[in-house]
């Protein structure tokens, strides 16, 4: 019975990870190893001080699910949205870290009177060890640091935790040359909104994973934004991309190529940014997303760009909205914000980067399921089916939004941020290196 108190942590923390609906391999072997160094140098305070590394790093896996960031001092930045938070959420919390400290408490206790033989107790860990390894060659690869452990049984909380602060991705970050690079040579939506003459409301999406696909499959996605009567296409085009989503925001908003990622240390560049341009000429401008505002540092460089304000995940703690295929907010959740911020201002540029149509195309975000894959000859347990269902759905959405007669003349330009990746191979593929464009306004 002492082993199972001994392990309870890692039970909990495999019933938390279940509940919050992230990934976490069912047994972490870093408390088998924390115990098997206890048996050997019989030392319990150092044993409960390793024990307590492994529930906070263990812990830290599952918050960087709901909140990814960058940089771990991020955290303490998230601290002050905690007054945000229910108080039925806070009584958790609280009841969560006193239960953590009474369980260490009596672990020391514990381990004073745990006996068991070394030499089958390290058989266990051996075997748990090569057991994680064998379930490599049957569990297929492209976990994603915001999927931790999702698909396996055994595995180290601490190895992933490094694997994930290490990623080349995450270092990117961390380049110290200058992040801004030339002017495009093609048109984007940054020179579409320039080109407005005397525009008094703009509402401008940088769409998820919309790629371009073939004329039939486009034309029923964007369906109910093309047919309805309240809304005037002006144009409908595609745009090169390159890169990640970072790349194409700074394509969209400002016109530039990106040489890498770290914009957080960018000083200058941004003048010409279509929020500093827009912010001189009277318009109020909102940077939108519905992911947290630590994830690619979009706290420290939004306002560099020229947004007077910016709305993340945790501005809308109390929304209880929560997406799975990245996490955040719920596209839909944040369209009668968006509608709410267009209509309260006279003069508006509002910039909204969506979330929900991301990889892996998750289909708990789908609620409102109108594309037929089979009739497209797609399959329906295909990452592409999820997309374009996913997709449907938002443009289903922003039809909705077209109906509000008090948004009348506010242009509407929607961009694909990046070809969508794709987990298997398909006979429909997307254009490489292209994204849809539509221009509009509602009438």
């Known amino acids: 019975m002492k082993i199972i108190y001994i392990l309870l942590a890692n039970f909990v923390l495999v019933a938390l990870a279940s509940y919050l609906g992230v990934g976490r391999p069912l047994i972490n072997y870093d408390y088998l190893l924390v115990l098997l160094i206890f048996l050997f140098f019989r030392n319990r305070f150092l044993a409960v001080i ?35 938070i229910d108080h039925s959420k806070k009584i958790i919390i609280s009841f969560g870290l006193l239960s953590l400290f009474i369980y260490l408490f009596f672990l020391l206790e514990v381990l004073g009177k745990f006996s068991i033989s070394k030499k089958y107790f390290s058989y266990v860990v051996v075997i748990v060890i090569l ?51 030339e002017r495009y040579s093609f048109s984007t939506g940054y020179d579409e909104v320039l080109r407005i003459e005397n525009p008094k409301k703009i509402l401008f999406i940088v769409n998820e994973s919309w790629g371009v696909t073939s004329d039939e499959i486009q034309e029923d996605l964007l369906h109910e934004i093309l047919n309805n009567k309240r809304f005037k296409l002006l144009k409908q085009s595609e745009v090169s991309t390159d890169g990640f989503t970072v790349n194409a925001e700074i394509r969209e908003l400002c016109g530039l190529y990106l040489n890498n990622f770290n914009l957080k240390k960018q000083k200058n560049g941004f003048e010409q940014c279509l929020p500093h341009i827009l912010s001189k000429r009277g318009f109020h401008t909102l940077g939108v997303h519905g992911a947290a505002s630590t994830m690619y540092e979009r706290k420290d460089w939004y306002p560099k760009l020229g947004f007077k304000e910016s709305l993340f995940y945790e501005n809308f703690l109390n929304l209880n909205s929560r997406c799975y295929s990245f996490p955040g907010l719920c596209d839909r959740d944040l369209m009668q914000v968006i509608r709410n911020k267009l209509m309260n201002h006279d003069q508006i540029f509002l910039y909204w980067l969506t979330l929900n149509t991301h990889l892996s195309y998750d289909l708990r975000d789908l609620k409102n399921d109108q594309f037929d894959c ?66 509009g306004y509602i009438e």
């Open 131 to 181: 057991l994680s390894i064998l379930q490599s060659f049957y569990i297929a690869k492209g976990e994603r640091a915001w999927r931790i452990g999702e698909s396996k049984y055994f595995d180290s909380q601490i190895y992933n935790f490094i694997k994930f602060r290490n990623a080349d991705f995450i270092k990117k970050f961390k380049n110290s040359e200058n992040a801004l690079g």
């Open 50 to 84: 390793l024990f307590a590394l492994c529930i906070f790093i263990d812990g830290l896996n599952i918050f960087f699910q709901i909140f990814p960031i960058i940089h771990l001092s991020d955290i303490l930045y998230l601290f002050k949205f905690i007054p945000e």
């Open 374 to 439: 089979e009739r497209f000859l797609i399959d329906g347990k295909s990452s592409l089916c999820r997309n374009l269902k996913l997709q449907k759905q938002f443009f289903s959405n922003i039809g909705e939004l077209l109906i509000q007669s008090q948004l009348s003349g506010t242009m509407i330009i929607i961009v694909g941020d990046h070809v969508p990746p794709l987990l298997e191979n398909n006979e429909i593929k997307f254009k490489d290196a292209k994204v849809p464009m539509i221009v």
